[in-house]
C-alpha cells in the first residue's frame, strides 16, 4: 500500500491537520472578519458605482433626435468613449458586487482561505477599480461636452487632478495585490511585509 494512504499521528495520536487547524483559529477568525468588513465596505461602493454608471449610461449627452431617434453626438469621438466607459463601469460595478457578496456568503472554512478567498477577492478588487477608473473616463467625456470649444483645453489639467485620488488608492492597495496574487498563483505564498516581534 503507498505510505499517502495512511495517516501520519504524533505521539498524542494527533495528525497534522488536525494540530494545523486548531492552532490556526484565530487566524481564521480574524481573516474572516477583516474579509467580512473590507467586502462590505467594497459592496456599498461598487453598488453606488453601478447605481450612478446605470443613469449616466441612460442618459445620453446632448440628447436624441426627435426624427431618428439617435444621439445629437453620435459620431464624435468623445462621445463614444462616453458610451464604452459607462458600459464598462456597469459592468465591472455589478461584477464586483457579485464577487464580493460571493466573499460574505462563504462558510469562511480554513481551506477557502488558500485559493478560493484570494481569487475572489482579487477579482472583486480589480472589477471594482476598473469601474471607478472607467466612471471617471465617462465623467470625463460627458463634461467634455459641456464646455464645447471655449475651455476644453484648459479642462485636461483638472480632469488629471479629479484622477489622482483613484491613483493614490490604486497606489496604496498595490501591497495588498501583490500578497493576493501571491497566494493565489503560489504554492507556498511569501508575504510582503516583515513581522516584527514583541
Known amino acids: 500500500m503507498p505510505l499517502h494512504f495512511f495517516a501520519r499521528h504524533n505521539e498524542k495520536g494527533r495528525t497534522a491537520k488536525e494540530i494545523f487547524t486548531e492552532t490556526h483559529t484565530t487566524i481564521v477568525k480574524a481573516g474572516g472578519e477583516w474579509l467580512t468588513n ?3 465596505s467594497c459592496s456599498v461602493v461598487a453598488a453606488l458605482i453601478a447605481t450612478v454608471a ?30 464604452i466607459a459607462s458600459l464598462v463601469a456597469l459592468c465591472f460595478s455589478v461584477t464586483a458586487m457579485v464577487m464580493f457578496l460571493a466573499i460574505l456568503t462563504s462558510r469562511y472554512q480554513e481551506k477557502d482561505f488558500g485559493k478560493d478567498l484570494p481569487r475572489k477577492l482579487l477579482v472583486g478588487l480589480t472589477s471594482l477599480f476598473v469601474s471607478i477608473a472607467s466612471m ?32 493614490f488608492f490604486a497606489m ?3 501591497p495588498l495585490y501583490v500578497d493576493l496574487i501571491w497566494a493565489t498563483y503560489k504554492k507556498v505564498p511569501q508575504r510582503s511585509y516583515k513581522i516584527t516581534p514583541l
Open 54 to 83: 446605470f443613469a449616466t449610461s441612460t442618459t445620453v449627452p446632448g440628447g436624441i433626435k426627435e426624427e431618428s431617434g439617435t444621439p445629437t453626438l453620435e459620431n464624435q469621438p468623445a462621445f463614444d468613449i462616453f458610451a
Open 38 to 40: 473590507t467586502s462590505e
Open 136 to 167: 471617471l473616463v465617462s465623467f470625463c467625456a460627458g463634461h467634455f461636452f459641456v464646455l464645447k470649444d471655449k475651455l476644453k483645453y484648459a479642462a485636461f489639467p483638472v480632469y488629471a487632478i479629479t484622477c489622482l485620488p483613484v491613483t
Open 172 to 174: 496604496a492597495q498595490f
